[in-house]
């Protein structure tokens, strides 16, 4: 088992940035991946970005050059640095990680609300 654990969201005007912090504890040496989702209302949850043991990483088309994921010292722990935000950046953004053996673990979600 995993057990994720977000930080860092808030409210922001358009063109600020923000940096989501996300802690893994447990079976930590399974993890594979981190990343991070998000969901707007109304909407369904989407891949904002995602990083792999080796580093490898990948973005969504909407958020690529202004978002940089990257994973602590410890790979315990991954960040989201958010820069240029829009109001359509506007969703809870939910800390995953995901194991060797393909299963899925989500933190409590942090809201992100960009608005002048």
């Known amino acids: 088992q995993v057990q994720l654990v977000e930080s860092g969201g808030g409210l922001v005007q358009p063109g600020g940035s923000l940096n989501l912090s996300c802690a893994a504890s447990?079976?930590?040496?399974?993890?594979?991946?981190m990343g991070w989702y998000r969901q707007a209302p109304g909407k369904e949850r989407e891949l904002v970005a995602i990083?792999?043991?080796?580093?490898?990483?990948n973005y969504a088309g909407s958020v690529k050059g202004r978002f940089t994921i990257s994973r602590g010292s410890a790979k315990n722990t991954v960040y989201l640095q958010m820069n240029s935000l829009k109001l359509e950046d506007t969703a809870v953004y939910y800390c995953?990680?995901?194991?060797?053996?393909?299963?899925?673990?989500w933190g409590q979600g942090t809201q992100v609300t960009v608005s002048s």
């Open positions: 995953n990680a995901r194991d060797s053996r393909i299963r899925h673990y």
């Open positions: 447990g079976s930590i040496s399974s993890i594979n991946y």
């Open positions: 990083i792999s043991s080796g580093g490898i990483r």
